[in-house]
């Protein structure tokens, strides 16, 4: 056993980019004797076991979790349920099991029925990503200096709430303790309602060349190629968090769609005063927000959450100031 390993056997569940990335981070950091895994696609499991991502494959979930002190579940947050239910009966009495999903409210109602006793349910959020997903998106260092929130339900194990915040730690998170339902309102605005808006701009971009080229004015067809031809950075950005896992963000706005129809309703009255503003000429409001918003933007650089990866064309990661897509 390594100075820094914490759990003898991890099992995480799904091999995507978070999953991959969390498994990678613990070999690295030799923070697990054995890490193992499951994912319900055969194909994703034959490139994962083809990376040499984890220590050994399982097609079953029973396989994966048997004897593991540690269960991470990295799918989307719509299947936790179901894979609560088909682990529950396999797991080791004193077993933590976590979440990488970015809904807490509705993982732990889904999850805990199936949580046997002595089992530990810490669920949790590493408030990571980027826009690709698959076992091949996956870096050991994607953790670090992020911030990880665990969001363990009432009466929850002190224990294995502070070993788990020692594991983030050690993959190079900060870690934050807060109420389920709180992290879901903080989450709504922060990244869900962001994904929500880059998802509706480029649909209303190609929507847009499908209106035109039905009644074309003057030769004032938009087209797709140009969208792509000429995006400036900030639809650039947009294309990107809109190229996101479309099941994984599909999950998430159902889930937490309390939280998220609150977050739509102001955006919507913020954004109808803006167009007034625009209307009325009123360039002193719009100056006002624009220098407000500014001074928010430097905050978010200066708490070191303005991102750091982008993937270069030959896969590889470099440093970036562009903002990641969350996962």
């Known amino acids: 056993m390594s100075d820094t390993q914490i759990f003898d056997r991890v099992a995480i569940i799904g091999i995507g980019l978070i999953g991959s990335s969390v498994a990678l981070a613990l070999r690295a950091n030799g923070l697990a004797g054995h890490v193992a895994c499951h ?3 055969a194909d994703v499991r034959a490139r994962a076991d083809a990376l040499d991502i984890v220590d050994s494959m399982h097609a079953d979930i029973a ?9 991470v579940v990295a799918t989307p947050v719509g299947a936790c349920g179901a894979v609560a239910e088909a682990m529950g009966a396999h797991l080791k009495p004193g077993a933590i099991v976590t979440d990488v999903g970015s809904v807490k409210g509705s993982v732990i109602t889904a999850m805990t029925p199936h949580i046997p006793e002595g089992v530990h349910l810490v669920p949790g959020h590493p408030v990571a990503g980027t826009e690709h997903s698959g076992p091949e998106s996956g870096f050991a260092d994607l953790f670090q200096n992020r911030f990880s929130i665990l969001t363990p339900p009432p009466g929850a194990n002190a224990d294995a709430v502070a070993t788990l915040s020692r594991l983030w730690q050690g993959m190079g998170s900060d870690v934050e303790v807060m109420d389920a339902e709180h992290h879901d309102r903080v989450l709504a605005i922060t990244s869900h309602l962001p994904h929500l808006i880059a998802y509706t701009i480029v649909g209303t971009a190609a929507d847009l060349e499908t209106e035109l080229e039905a009644q074309p004015r003057d030769d004032e067809v938009v087209t797709t190629r140009e969208v792509i031809k000429y995006s400036a950075g900030g639809f650039r950005d947009f294309t990107r968090i809109a190229a996101s896992d479309p ?8 889930l937490n769609k309390d939280a998220v129809l609150e977050m739509v309703g102001r955006f919507t009255e913020d954004m109808t005063a803006l167009q007034s503003a ?4 009123d360039g002193d409001a719009l100056f006002e927000l624009f220098s407000r918003t500014r001074d928010i933007r430097r905050g978010v650089i200066e708490a070191r959450q303005a991102g750091r990866f982008q993937y270069t064309e030959n896969g590889k990661q470099s440093d970036d100031d ?6």
């Open 322 to 327: 562009g903002e990641e897509g969350d996962a």
């Open 278 to 281: 625009i209307h009325d000429d």
């Open 39 to 41: 994912d319900a696609d």
């Open 247 to 254: 099941v994984m963000w599909r999950d998430v706005f159902l």
């Open 63 to 71: 396989g994966a979790v048997d004897g593991a002190d540690l269960v």
